[in-house]
């Protein structure tokens, strides 16, 4: 049960840092000390469901974005876009405008 602890924590880490969050601030946030956030990010501790919320409402992501624990490589996601693109010419199109709008 550790390891899902471990990978419950390096998510929200992730998420937080993905925010730009420090720690001290996001346990301001969230109205924990600074070290608890610290033992959940490290597995040590699993978050309560009322942590969990507010980690929610604070990090503004849905509560199963926590769970998504699959982290692909980028030779993985290529594989499995180039394999999307080759049977499906309308995803083609909607992934091409998509890039060209972006590009600008």
Known sequence: MSDF???LGKRIQ????????TQE??????NIEPPSLSYLET?????SIDTLQKLSEVLDVQ???F?????ISD???K???????ENNPKLLKIIYNFYKSISY
């Open 5 to 7: 602890k471990k990978l």
């Open 14 to 21: 992730n998420i937080r840092k993905s925010k730009g969050l």
């Open 25 to 30: 601030k996001l346990a301001e946030l969230i």
């Open 43 to 47: 597995g040590k501790y699993a978050p």
């Open 63 to 65: 509560p199963w974005e």
């Open 67 to 71: 769970y998504y624990f699959s982290d």
């Open 75 to 77: 030779e993985q996601k």
């Open 79 to 85: 594989e499995e876009l180039n394999k999307a693109l």
